[in-house]
């Protein structure tokens, strides 16, 4: 299977701990975006890297959020002291370079957040 | 300001019979792009279509057709003979060329189409 992968699928931790979800995306992509869906809405931009350089955040992203995408590969989303909050899924996306006729964007399966 | 509308939260239909998915969207810039995806229970995201907004044909896919047309801001999404398997949540998103997010999608707050035997 050739498509975005995420990692992990789902993830139960305890108010105040750290957590770290992964993404592979596409292998010839070089555009890589992090979306965050709650329940009942619509999925949110957080975030994208153009290949290493992360180029746009989101005000939804928060100082305890921090991503990052060493060498332009896989990227690791964190977030820190979570809180009840950040419950949600996490998509990440992927795109190649932007060809003339726009940029299609595909998605991952999500990783599901459960703040307890 | 949300950009992309949909009206419609919840739809339930029996199977075989057509049904129409509206979306509205807004934007000043003069090209962009329009896009729907489909997410069933098991989470993903999954892309349907794609229209830029220089190409206002309308597509057929199958069972699947869209219908774009810019002097109302709407790309609505019709799907006929419906089947069980067509339940899920189903996505309007546009993406602007002149976004500060790398063509980031702005997406609708979707509408759950439930079809039933």
């Known amino acids: 299977d050739t498509g975005v992968s995420q990692d992990p699928r789902h993830k139960i931790t305890k108010r105040g701990q750290n957590v770290t979800f992964r993404c592979d995306p596409i292998?010839?992509?070089?555009?890589l975006y992090w979306y965050r869906q709650t329940l009942g809405q619509g999925p949110e931009f957080l975030t994208y890297?153009?290949?290493?350089?992360?180029?746009?955040k989101s005000r939804l992203l928060s100082d305890r959020f921090s991503a990052e995408r060493p060498k332009g590969s896989f990227s690791t989303l964190e977030i820190q002291r979570t809180e009840q909050g950040d419950s949600a899924m996490y998509l990440c996306?992927?795109?190649?370079?932007?060809?003339?006729?726009?940029?299609?964007?595909?998605f991952g399966e999500g990783s599901w957040l459960t703040v307890v | 300001a949300q950009k992309v509308t949909q009206a419609q939260t919840e739809i339930s239909v029996v199977e075989k019979e057509d049904v129409t998915l509206d979306c509205v969207y807004e934007?000043?810039?003069?090209?962009?792009?329009l896009f729907w995806y489909k997410q069933p229970p098991s989470g993903e995201l999954v892309f349907l279509i794609r229209?830029?907004?220089?190409?206002?044909q309308n597509e057929i896919s199958g069972r699947y057709s869209w219908n774009f047309q810019k002097s109302t801001s709407s790309f609505n999404f019709t799907i006929t003979a419906s089947q069980v398997v067509d339940s899920a949540v189903y996505f309007c998103?546009?993406?602007?060329?002149?976004?500060?997010?790398?063509?980031?999608?702005?997406f609708g707050k979707g509408t759950s189409l439930l079809v039933t035997p």
């Open positions: 996306a992927s795109s190649p370079a932007i060809p003339l006729s726009g940029n299609t964007i595909y």
């Open positions: 934007t000043r810039d003069t090209t962009y792009y």
């Open positions: 998103a546009l993406s602007e060329a002149n976004s500060n997010s790398g063509y980031a999608l702005n």
């Open positions: 229209r830029n907004s220089f190409d206002e």
């Open positions: 292998s010839e992509h070089n555009r």
């Open positions: 890297f153009q290949n290493e350089a992360q180029l746009e």
